[in-house]
């Protein structure tokens, strides 16, 4: 009787609704043999999106990856045959980033802490910001200082390349921002001065809004935003409004400028006259990080990958970067995550609403940085918790915490294929997270002090890592 039964049993089909990351469903309703599994369901999606490349595509059902055949899903988790189940599909990177595992340099030249690192757009030029008060530009391929930027009077606390890498700006503690000529390694103008305190974060204008690439908008301590123009070398909109220090800021692919502040509030802004558009609150303490889902787009703009070069027709650049930032974007509004003193994530689409989308409670400390991943339909969260904390990024949900660090996190990256994860730490150690499998992939110690900085270039090839012990280091895979 039990057999006759298991049988009967087995040839029941499950039914099933295919979603896309955003919850639109693809042709309907279901009906799937038990033995259906992640590669039927491939060929299924490619054919209803009517893709003439098959593309690859990982399966979620209640944001567990579906490694088996549905059958065995269904028995595994005792789901009721009666329900209906809900796949996600989610589209996957075609290329492939080899995981980072050993240092290939350790450079010397900083005399005082390396406070940031930054790939530029292409990933062929590397930047760094020190307590000595310098900008080091170092040449990859020979692994040696290539330009030591000169000009700061105080320690340098952040750097930002242009996306079309034709800039490289440095904020410093005194307050002033240099521009620099990534080429020559000298400065292209005077210090830029306004600020009245020190520098807290820099966002350059998408290329694909405006190119060449002449904005940026800086954030300090003095509570104000300062858009800049490079070309006329002055300060062309000063957005008022916070009442305490912005902690972060970001420019926004459909044109807006968010601020995140002390005052535990974002504001909105637009970029033509400065006017405030918007306020997001729910904050309880200081907004500390600011994420965009569209951030790797905005920030390679016309690269990619393949470290195709263009030819200096600027149109060409602009419709490329804007081609792929709306591939990128999709149907969906620009997406915003927020972290906080108060333990505290919110997920905003602040084009939608000021209210948030959802709430993202978990860590036990300060949330210091936040940060999508390429493809934007991850967000990661580094906190004074010692732990990197991995969700959904479209609805927001928790999806696992990543334990192996023994001091804060201070600084994430993701890998250009968003499969992996990098992290830096109080406790001296990078470490590479598999996304897939939700555990450490890759620890890499060597550093011989708090490790404050980190940057995956945006052609995956190779990690950087500085800190409190003065040198830069070079990872590869």
Not at 60 to 84: A, F, R
């Amino acid at each position: 009787m039990e057999v006759e039964r298991e049988q009967a049993d087995s040839g029941k089909s499950v039914m099933c609704v295919l979603t896309d990351p955003e919850g639109t469903t693809l042709g309907g309703t279901m009906y799937l043999p038990q033995n259906v599994g992640p590669l039927q369901l491939q060929q299924i999606v490619n054919t209803l999106l009517k893709n003439e490349e098959k593309l690859p595509y990982a399966f979620y059902i209640s944001n567990q990856e579906l490694l088996v055949p549905l059958g065995n899903y269904l028995e595994k988790n005792k789901v009721s045959m009666e329900k209906t189940l809900s796949i996600v599909y989610q589209p996957q990177a075609v290329f492939r980033i080899r995981p980072i595992n050993r240092c290939s340099a350790t450079i010397a030249g900083h005399t005082e802490a390396v406070l940031s690192v930054a790939f530029s757009p292409d990933g062929r030029q590397l930047a760094s910001g020190s307590g000595d008060t310098t900008v080091r530009l170092w040449d990859l391929n020979t692994q040696t200082p290539m330009f030591t930027c000169t000009g700061h009077k105080n320690w340098v606390l952040c750097i930002a390349w242009s996306p079309d890498g034709k800039y490289l700006v440095s904020g410093s503690k005194a307050g002033e921002l240099i521009c620099w000529d990534p080429q020559t390694g000298k400065p292209a103008g005077n210090p830029l001065t306004g600020h009245k305190k020190w520098i807290t974060g820099i966002s350059w204008e998408p290329v694909h809004l405006n190119a060449p690439c002449r904005r940026f908008v800086s954030a300090s301590k003095d509570g104000d935003a300062r858009i800049w123009d490079v070309s006329l070398k002055k300060c062309v909109i000063c957005l008022s409004g916070h009442t305490l220090a912005i902690t972060c800021v970001k420019w926004g692919g459909d044109g807006v400028i968010y601020t995140g502040s002390q005052d535990c509030t974002i504001k909105v802004w637009e970029t033509s006259q400065g006017k405030l558009i918007r306020e997001l609150k729910g904050h309880g303490h200081w907004v500390n990080s600011l994420a965009l889902s569209t951030e790797y787009v905005l920030r390679t703009g016309a690269f990619d990958h393949t470290g195709k070069q263009y030819s200096s027709a600027e149109m060409k650049k602009v419709n490329v970067a804007l081609e792929r930032y709306n591939k990128m974007k999709g149907n969906a509004p620009e997406r915003l995550v927020s972290g906080s003193d108060d333990f505290t994530m919110f997920l905003w689409e602040p084009a939608v609403s000021k209210h948030h989308k959802i709430r993202m409670t978990g860590h036990q400390q300060l949330v210091n940085h936040v940060y999508f991943s390429p493809d934007g339909l991850w967000v990661a969260s580094a906190s004074f918790d010692k732990s990197v904390k991995l969700w959904n990024g479209t609805t927001g949900e928790f999806v696992a915490s990543f334990r192996g660090h023994v001091g804060p996190v201070y600084q994430i990256s993701w890998s250009a294929d968003s499969r992996l994860l990098l992290s830096g730490s109080k406790d001296s150690t990078l470490k590479v997270w598999d996304i897939r499998t939700k555990k450490l992939k890759q620890d890499l110690p060597g550093h011989a002090d708090e490790v404050f900085a980190v940057d995956w270039s945006p052609d995956g090839e190779k990690v950087a890592s500085g800190g409190k012990d003065r040198v830069l280091k070079l990872w590869m895979g």
